[in-house]
Nanobody
């Protein structure tokens, strides 16, 4: 059984940085693409980026490209989201997910969610 456990997040000022981490427990971590989604208040959940199983490929939504970086450690079975130059519109609950690269449609496994609040 796969379990994803998130850590990090919190409150930060505009222009600041935060790092989110997601720990994978279970088998065959390398076979899963890993993604980060977010759900702003009153809006639908959106895919903001993902990384392939090998870590050799990444993709990002235009809204975060150049500011956010996704990385993974296939020894420690973790994936990270480094967020820089944060804006108020980045305020959301952030989720990691394990699923099919690159679109992550039908991702079966999700983290518990972490609140990120960017204050102006």
């Amino acid at each position: 059984q796969v379990r994803l456990t998130q850590s990090g997040g919190g409150l930060v000022q505009t222009g600041g940085s935060l790092n989110l981490s997601c720990a994978f427990s279970g088998r065959d971590f390398r076979t899963y693409g890993m993604a980060w989604f977010r759900q702003p208040p009153g809006k639908e959940r959106e895919l903001i980026g993902g990384i392939s199983g090998s870590g050799g490929s990444t993709r990002y939504a235009d809204s975060v490209k150049g500011r956010f970086t996704i990385s993974r450690d296939n020894v420690k079975n973790t994936v990270a989201l480094q967020m820089n130059s944060l804006k108020a519109e980045d305020t959301a609950v952030y989720f990691c997910a394990a699923g099919p690269w690159p679109l992550f449609k039908g991702s079966r496994f999700w983290g518990q969610g972490t609140q990120v609040t960017v204050s102006s």
